[in-house]
């Protein structure tokens, strides 16, 4: 079998992908590292499967990275950015100077290299991983966080600042480029031009995707979407995306700056949705292919042959940014365990230090044996955060992620004891938590986002803050003598583990867990759950009652459907959480659709139930009016 095949190729870093993730989840090391364990797996280290055109992989991977900016430009109005302005400027433009300060002046004391080179090697070191960062909190359901939301600014400001590093760099050029390099460099569109020509032609670039954004883009996507051809908006929007990268290629710009330039300037737009439906599967997927490429490129002959140097870096480099990160985000009033969130996840280095590095090559800012060195120490360092996240989240918040509450905030000493408990005081908790206050029922409510606790607390909320899932907060706040707790935490894992804990310390305790959807309900359920809660079941219902009634459905009608649909789909969730088969599921499902049509087919049609409506007086109304009911 040809191993350079694009077949075999694929079959094997999609082999690798569906091994390592699925086992990396199942022992709680997230998606993240099951892809760069993936790669180290297939590549030269182990098994070597990459093939001759292995070395471009990572170009094509990087597409990952463009299609996730698009995306999160889709999500971000400019009124949003503008509202984050604070912390992209403030946080994002503090922490690459500092960080770009301490880094140049120490590579300069401590490595016979020019200033040039230490600070070129001081803005490379000064980016962390966009895409690593925000797929692992977004997995831990810590993007909403105080934490996530400053993480997500300093790296969109750290994407930001890859434009100007990109024309800072060839002013600080020391060295002849390399001959192979600076080959590529002759093929975009400002090669050979003067500095003010390149400028005008980038802005020029920026001015055109605004503009398009704007006024082209839309009424295109309009006449297309009149097809009702689902597979040509796709491929619309995968054009969008290309003919974006290709633009900032040939300007010498990052591919992923412009596309997230043109999902802002989209966000508006009415056809968002839809194309952040048809890019999210291409962009888990490359996303994915990025990560593998990342733990294939790692030289492991290289680490072999300096271990101590490269490990060494690996070590010192996420230790300053670390720290850096954890004085400004003090500086900027983070409470101290979003602090550390905040500073673990940063401290790595990021994709754009791949391409800031070749480009260094082309360019002649940096010798070739100080590239290969830190390309190894860049994938070192994003291969280990889910590790430092974990190490963070199991061994140092436990110990000193209370210290703050112990020792600031005594008013968060849990004295009361109520009937309920509350663990997790987000939109879900808070509903449940407003209703039973209303109704004049006692319940401790329990949250770990301190920001939240404190914006909670002066809306008049006594909320605590702490992590429900260690029992020994739990007894604390009175589960011994209480007799129901609601599971309303935003993460499936804490809940899974909360439910445990209970079980084992808490047996008298009555458990009612919110699920995010069916699939969430299953896992819940099949953990000993019957009181489990889908927190888009009963809204989904609402809407659809309220259309019927819209279509000229008399309200009693509908809601005594709403009613039945509601008891018959609890009682068939609990029969399909129990099948694991897949197409047994699928069979079963399709079975229990068709029962419940034929069900409220019947219903409607009961002459019995056709005349007590005399509560119904919208649909009397609707009568009198000459509208005909169903």
Avoid at 203 to 212: E, H, S, Y
Avoid at 224 to 242: D, G, N, P, Q
Avoid at 511 to 521: M, P, Q, S, T, Y
Avoid at 549 to 569: C, E, P
């Amino acid at each position: 079998m040809d191993k350079n095949s694009l077949f075999f190729q694929a079959f094997v870093y999609l082999s690798a992908a569906v091994l390592m993730v699925p086992l990396a989840k199942r022992i709680g090391l997230g998606s993240v590292l099951g892809y760069l364990l993936a790669g180290i797996l297939i590549g030269p280290a182990i098994l070597n499967f990459i093939g001759s055109e292995g070395h471009d992989l990572m170009h094509f991977a990087e597409f990952g990275v463009v299609m996730m900016l698009f995306v999160i430009g889709l999500e971000l109005e400019p009124e949003i950015l503008w509202k984050l302005r604070r912390s992209i400027l403030g946080l994002g433009g503090l922490q690459v100077l500092v960080t770009t300060f301490i880094i140049s002046t120490l590579s300069q004391l401590f490595f016979t290299i020019s200033w040039q080179e230490a600070l070129a090697l001081g803005l490379i070191i000064a980016l962390s991983s966009t895409a690593i960062v925000l797929q692992t909190l977004n997995e831990k359901g810590l993007m909403k966080t105080s934490a996530g939301r400053h993480s997500f600014s300093v790296l969109l400001f750290q994407d930001i600042a890859v434009i100007p590093m990109l024309a800072f760099f060839p002013l600080l050029a020391s060295h002849q480029p390399d001959i192979a390099a600076s080959a590529i460099k002759e093929t975009t569109w400002t090669a050979g031009l003067s500095g003010w020509m390149q400028a005008l032609i980038v802005f020029a670039a920026v001015l055109a995707i605004i503009f398009a954004g704007k006024y082209l883009i839309n009424p295109l996507l309009r006449i297309i979407a009149a097809t009702r051809l689902r597979e040509i908006f796709t491929a619309s929007a995968l054009l969008l995306v290309i003919a974006i990268t290709l633009l900032m290629t040939q300007v010498g710009l990052s591919p992923a700056l412009g596309t997230f330039l043109a999902g802002v300037v989209l966000a508006n737009s009415e056809y968002r949705h839809e194309l952040e439906s048809d890019i999210e599967p291409f962009k888990g997927l490359l996303l994915g292919l990025f990560f593998i490429a990342v733990g294939a490129s790692i030289d492991f002959d290289l680490v072999m042959q300096k271990p101590v140097l490269i490990l060494g870096l690996v070590f010192v480099i996420m230790t300053i940014k670390g720290i850096v990160l954890l004085v400004l985000g003090r500086f900027f009033r983070m409470k101290l365990d979003q602090n550390m969130i905040f500073g673990f996840a940063l401290s790595q280095m990021g994709e754009f230090g791949f391409v800031l590095l070749s480009f260094s090559l082309q360019e002649g800012v940096l010798k070739k044996e100080i590239i290969d060195v830190m390309i190894a120490v860049v994938a070192i360092s994003m291969a280990v955060t889910p590790l430092v996240l974990l190490f963070n989240e199991k061994v140092i918040q436990p110990r000193f992620g209370k210290k703050e509450k112990d020792d600031e905030r005594e008013s968060d000493t849990i004295e009361e004891k109520n009937p309920v408990i509350i663990a997790g005081f987000g939109h879900f908790g808070n509903t449940v938590g407003r209703f039973l206050r209303a109704n004049g029922v006692k319940a401790t409510f329990l949250d770990f986002d301190s920001e939240r606790v404190d914006l909670l607390r002066k809306m008049g909320f006594k909320v605590y803050y702490g992590d429900a899932s260690r029992h020994d907060l739990l007894r604390a706040a009175g589960a011994e003598q209480a007799k129901i707790i609601v599971l309303a935490l935003d993460n499936l894992e804490k809940r899974l583990e909360m439910i445990e804990i209970i079980k084992k310390h808490f047996p008298n305790l009555r458990i009612l867990v919110r699920a995010e959807n069916r699939f969430d309900a299953y896992q819940l359920m099949n953990s000993g759950m019957m009181h489990v809660y889908r927190e888009t079941l009963d809204t989904s219902l609402r809407v659809g009652t309220d259309v019927l009634k819209m279509m000229g459905f008399r309200s009693y009608t509908v809601n005594r459907m709403a009613r039945i649909f509601l008891k018959h789909d609890e009682a068939t969730i609990k029969k399909l959480a129990a099948i694991k088969n897949q197409e047994e599921y699928v069979a079963s499902a399709k079975e229990y659709i068709e029962e419940i049509e034929k069900v409220l087919e019947s219903d409607r049609h009961d002459p019995e139930l056709q005349n007590d409506k005399g509560w119904d007086e919208e649909s009397l109304i609707a009568d009198a009016g000459g509208v005909k009911p169903s």
